[in-house]
């Protein structure tokens, strides 16, 4: 299984990004997609995720209302839509896969493939 993750780079607060995940060896519209993102010296923490089941997302409350989760499952490829960036979003960004229940949603260690990461860098 390969996820690959890419879309990142530096941009000025305000502007926007959308990040892509490309997905090889499982199908994901029988997993879970997330997004999560580690900031330099930080732990990784949880951003936003999207259920196999159309329309139902989850996201951290630091990028809800701003960052968008989608998957096209025709292209095996779930993006991130992410508005409105402000220096603290600068980070790592990660996409996985897995098949945690409603509770576990927002936890790492319930995705089991995980892409490389891509850096997403905001400057004021």
């Known amino acids: 299984v390969q996820l690959q993750a890419c879309g990142g780079g530096q941009v000025q607060a305000g502007d926007s990004l959308r990040l892509s995940c490309t997905v090889q060896?499982?199908?994901?519209?029988?997993?879970?997609m997330a997004w999560f993102r580690q900031a330099p010296g930080k732990e990784r923490v949880f951003v936003a995720a999207s259920r196999w089941s159309p329309g139902n997302t989850f996201y951290a409350d630091s990028v809800k209302g701003r960052f968008t989760i989608s998957r096209d499952n025709a292209k095996n490829t779930v993006y991130l839509q992410m508005n409105s960036l402000q220096p603290e979003d600068t980070a790592v960004y990660f996409c996985?896969?897995?098949?945690?229940?409603?509770?576990?949603?927002?936890?790492?260690?319930?995705?089991?493939?995980w892409g490389q990461g891509t850096l997403v860098t905001v400057s004021s």
């Open positions: 996985a896969a897995g098949r945690p229940i409603t509770s576990t949603m927002r936890g790492s260690s319930a995705y089991a493939y």
């Open positions: 060896g499982l199908i994901i519209n029988r997993y879970a």
